[in-house]
């Protein structure tokens, strides 16, 4: 007689980075939230506070990439605290749910003596005791192939379909790729919306700065979708509608999968011709943002409680690439 | 010098300045800075390849940042094909491991006290966001409640605790992160550490590479019989029963009397007790048969339990802090030792002890100040005549700070150097232990 191990369940921690996703995904999961939480000092060390036992249970950690020039670094930290207190608690697994993973543009040494950071943050969850990773529209999908841990990107595609079905349905539109690296993407968006597809070729000079763009493919009077894995500054998707709207696009509407919204970003999609911005709830949004009359929320909280549910009761994630929750 | 480079995080490159010009080397170029996104990025000017590299960070400030910005350099150093990474780290990453909430590594955050003048030595525990606090959407509620948590909130918590929070049973514990910051630093690519007066010895094997510890002892000698007069008749004194060893080392060394301060945390009993919480012993050979009732008002120590428990009087009940004074101070001029001060509790408390025990001067030797929170407002008010440090945190911000009060900086960069010189050599750095520079 072989001897199994007693059913476990789930424990969710949610960490300062969007308290917000965790209590969603909690409540979709009927649960509540671990009483774990992550302390900060005077001195800007943070430790964490163990007051419940998740002794032998499946832990999930939220935490999001995201906070900024003040705060991005510390929430790397808290998670990889977590995660290290959930072993030394003897958690059973360990999983980090990173909707939006940081450092997930540093993928590659463009110059020399540079930091791969993906890797190096791959190395450090792993490191730390992680033993699953889900994320959620990874920038570059080869980030899964830095870890030596399973890795599942969901992506926020079956939601991106149902909203323009649903809210966009009836206008005449056409996909747009602000740039070559997302043409998969939007390929794929537009092939199960049967819709045209259009593709904005950039050159960029530096990081975060956009030169040049030259447009492939005819908008002339059609409401334009540009579909982008993450919205930071902004620069790209303001020029790529400025240029869409000369070429003779009726409106452009942009539908994105995290709202980065860093520095002026937020100021320049007001004052932009975007008539709106779409963006899932993968960030926590700051009261300027809620305050934007053109942002629109996607919730995909019922994805990454679903990823959750399956993994931890050992069924297939993949039916979530092409359906929504 | 052979094929070495020294590079400078952001923490303190004053000090990286002063290890370069020691060494007769130009600090290694290295790029720094956040994308709008917060993310760290590092780029080196100068070639790593088949180099001993060595990366000053010191662990104060916005520590989590730093780290992150020293395992990054780490990585890229790697990445570069580097023969060799050496982190020199002065005051070390999470260096001081907290048992319970009762932390020496500073106060949680929002915990400072507001009125009363010098703290109190009863732990404290932080206020965390409540179920009904996450549930707010938006963030700043949480936030504003974190801030204005006072003393007698953060009571309310330790009973909570207790009674309420955990009717399982369940004891509420701090996880060490001493093995994962050893272990990230270590996957990051880092073969060597080099440090300063680690808190914890045994923080060395948390490591699978080589650690140096060095000790800022010959420098506090060095200080000591040069610029105390009459250094012979001074007593040293270790503000805790940690730091003790380190303290009587340096008493044998140069022959001079050791004090102690012990601090005791006991369950209270009765309230009777709580009058006399602070009893100092005048004199270790009465032992505690003749331990005399100390009642002075506006004494750090001590706290009266309605005073301060704000109708939270059974969260009082809890701890006595009980402080003793172990050797004579009499008259005499005190010498502080401890190596690190971060609230400053300890040592102001320590000061206000000394001088009531009749301590005519008192100086406070730290090697790393860290000084958080409202530290400095509290050397500023306390008993301390003289405060001498290092700059293995950068002080300049602190030293402006600090008007009145005498401030002295040793510097700690020819000991950092010559270990250095001598780790790229393949020689002994064990003489920096005795003579140090």
Partial sequence: MSLQKPPNSIKIIAGNSHPRLAEQIAGYLNLQIADIHVIDFTNRESAVLVKESIRDEDVYIIQTGCGGPEKLNDHLMELLFMIHACKAASARKITAVVPNFPYARQDRKDKSRVAISAKLVANLLVTAGCHHVITMDLHASQIQGFFNIPVDNLYAEPEVLKYVKLKLGNRDIIMVSPDAGGAKRVASLSDKLDTPFALIHKERAKANEVSRMVLVGDVEGKVCVLIDDMADTCGTLCKASDLLLERGARSVIAIVTHGIFSGQGLARINQGSLEKIVCTNSMPLSSMAEACGKLEIIDISPTLAEAIRRLHNGESVSYLFNNAV | MRDIIVFSGSSNPELTDRICRNLGLPPGKVELK????????????????????????????????????????????????????????????????????????????????????????????????????????????????????????????????????????????????????????????????????????????????????????????????????????????????????????????????????????????????????????????????????????????????????????????????????????????????????????????????????????????????????????????????????????????????????????????????????????????????????
């Fill in chain 2, 34 to 437: 956040k994308f709008a996104n917060g993310e760290t990025s590092v780029h080196f000017g100068d070639s790593v390849r088949e180099k001993d590299v060595f990366i000053v960070q010191s662990g104060a400030g916005h520590v989590n940042d730093l780290f992150m910005q020293l395992l990054i350099m780490i990585s890229a150093c790697k990445m570069a094909s580097a023969k060799k990474i050496t982190v020199v780290c002065p005051l070390f990453f999470y260096s001081r491991q907290v048992e319970s909430q009762a932390s020496k590594r500073g106060v949680p955050r929002g915990a400072q006290h507001r009125g009363s003048k010098v703290p109190d030595s009863v732990p404290q525990s932080p206020k965390l966001p409540s179920r009904a606090n996450v549930r707010d959407p938006s963030p700043k509620s949480v936030l504003s409640q974190r801030a204005v948590s006072t003393h007698s909130s953060l009571k309310t918590l330790h009973t909570n605790e207790a009674s309420i929070a955990n009717p399982t049973g369940y004891r509420s514990w701090i996880a060490q992160s001493g093995t994962l910051i050893a272990n990230l630093l270590t996957s990051a690519g880092a073969n060597h550490i080099i440090t300063m007066d680690l808190h914890d010895a045994q923080f060395q094997g948390f490591f699978d590479i080589p650690v140096d510890n060095l000790l800022s002892k010959p420098l506090f000698q060095h200080y000591i019989t040069n610029y105390v007069p009459n250094y012979k008749d001074c007593v040293i004194v270790s503000p805790d029963a940690g730091g003790a060893k380190r303290a009587a080392a340096l008493a044998d060394t140069l022959c001079m009397p050791f004090a102690l301060i012990h601090k005791e945390r006991r369950q209270k009993v009765d309230t009777a007790q709580a009058q006399s919480e602070l009893m100092v012993h005048s004199n270790p050979s009465t032992s505690s048969l003749n331990s005399i009732s100390f009642a002075t008002p506006g004494f750090p120590g001590r706290r009266s339990p309605s005073s301060a428990s704000n109708g939270h009087s059974a969260a009082d009940q809890q701890y006595v802090a009980t402080t003793m004074l172990v050797g004579d101070v009499q008259d005499k001029v005190c010498v502080v030792v401890d190596d690190l001060a971060d609230t400053c509790n300890t040592i102001t408390r320590a000061a206000s002890l000394l001088k009531d025990q009749g301590a005519k001067y008192v100086y406070a030797l730290i090697t790393h100040g860290i000084f958080s929170g409202d530290a400095m407002r509290k050397l500023k008010e306390s008993q301390i005549d003289k405060i001498i440090t290092t700059n293995s945190v950068d002080q300049a911000a602190h030293v402006a700070e600090l008007d009145a009060k005498e401030m002295v900086i040793l510097d700690v960069s020819r000991i950092l150097s010559e270990a250095i010189r001598r780790i790229n050599n393949g020689e002994s750095v064990s003489m920096l232990y005795d003579h140090g520079w």
